[in-house]
């Protein structure tokens, strides 16, 4: 069942009708500031495990639990004391601590781990569902494993069409990516989002330390990390090079191609092989963001059979948005225009 809900203003009848679901160990999808998350009960192992099965997730990849209160954190894992009053400060907000988990937890939602990523959201019919519910919401982003987190509703019925057995439907996302996610015992940010490293740096007066995966650390610090993630079907290659030659790689390609890039750029590509995905103002890396799932998966709806992709500076969000992209290219990242195009010349 799909249930519109106006996202500043949730309407109390629709949310009860959700969290009715959720307590009775059913699935839900709801809006985050985030992406869309697809939640259940976070105490019921049943439910917890449903979530894997639908969304194909390996199971050795653990949940993000949501609450509605510090209160709620509490009772559900260790939360440092010296912690407590800057997390207050934080939440709700896309940051997510990985803290000491409690026993009443289920071994579904932690993978087994020790650990549990706690995060209280910041959208109004989040916080109202877990609320009504009652429980805390174990709910990962709302994709088929692999594929882009979802944004809007249509992309959650895209991956699932009708095998969930609630989708709320309240609009886009505000920020279009996940969550920042920091361990708080050795404060190190293991996925990065759009609560900045300044931002952190600001409420906790110290600056979080960033894992760097490596060939050489067998351990990734977060499960999710070794899985590839946000993928269209197609190669998609990142070009981390100068506008300049980007723009002329773009202009000189004999084959037809989508052309993932800000406005500006996009508004110098007259090459009529181009199908040009618009992320939005380079100047606002906001609004980058939050166009960059729907962007990716929009090269599998397009008919030529590979991507090229701009970068942008590694600051603030840009941050997030690089990381994504990263992952979303499998590491095909091109610096040099004539490697760049012998690649594609390749490409049948
Ligand atoms: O914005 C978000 O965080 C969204 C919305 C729905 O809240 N959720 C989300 O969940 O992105 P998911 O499952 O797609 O990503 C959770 C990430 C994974 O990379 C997972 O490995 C990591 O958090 N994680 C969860 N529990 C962890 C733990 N105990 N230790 C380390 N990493 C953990
Ligand atoms: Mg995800």
Redo the contacts with the bound molecule.
């Keep these: 069942m799909i249930l519109k809900i106006n996202p500043i203003k949730p309407e109390l009848d629709k949310i009860r009708m959700a969290a009715n679901a959720i307590r009775e160990g059913k699935l839900a999808v709801f809006p985050?500031e985030?992406?869309?998350?697809l939640g259940a009960n976070a105490l019921d192992d049943e439910a917890c495990k449903r979530i894997f099965l639908t969304k194909g997730r390996p199971q050795d990849?653990?949940?993000?639990v949501?609450v509605s209160s510090i209160e709620m954190a509490e009772k559900l894992a260790e939360i440092p004391k010296e912690y407590l009053q800057k997390i207050r400060q934080a939440w709700p907000s896309?940051i997510?601590f990985?803290v000491k988990k409690k026993n009443i937890l289920p071994n579904s939602v932690?993978a087994g781990?020790e650990?549990?990523?706690l995060?209280m959201?910041a959208h109004p019919i989040a916080l109202e569902l877990i609320k009504e519910a009652g429980l805390p919401i174990a709910?990962?982003?709302?994709n088929l494993s692999g594929k882009p987190?979802p944004t809007e509703a249509s992309s959650v019925i895209e991956d699932f069409g009708d095998r969930i057995d609630i989708i709320i439907d309240g609009g886009p996302t505000f920020f279009g990516l996940?969550?920042t996610?920091i361990?708080l015992e050795t404060f190190t940010i293991?996925?990065p989002?759009p609560f900045t490293i300044g931002e952190i740096t600001k409420i906790f007066g110290k600056i979080p330390k960033i894992f760097k995966q490596t060939k050489e650390i067998a351990k990734p610090?977060?499960?999710?990390?070794k899985y590839r993630h946000y993928a269209p079907s197609k190669p998609l290659f990142l070009f981390s090079g100068d506008n300049e030659s980007f723009v002329n790689i773009a202009n000189n390609l004999g084959k037809s191609f989508c052309f993932i890039a800000s406005n500006e750029i996009c508004g110098r590509i007259y090459n009529e092989k181009a199908v040009k995905i618009r992320l939005g103002s380079s100047k606002n890396l906001y609004e980058i963001a939050k166009n960059l799932f729907s962007s990716l998966r929009a090269i599998d709806k397009f008919e030529p059979n590979f991507a090229i992709c701009e970068s942008f500076e590694e600051k603030g969000i840009g941050l997030a948005i690089m990381n994504r992209l990263h992952k979303a290219c499998g590491g095909a990242i091109f610096a040099d225009e004539n490697r760049l195009k012998k690649f594609i010349t390749a490409i049948k």
């Design positions: 985050t985030t992406v869309y998350g990849n653990p949940l993000i949501h896309p997510t990985i932690t781990l650990t549990v990523a995060r959201p709910a990962p982003s709302a987190s996940e969550s996610v361990d293991a996925r989002g610090m977060s499960p999710g990390m």
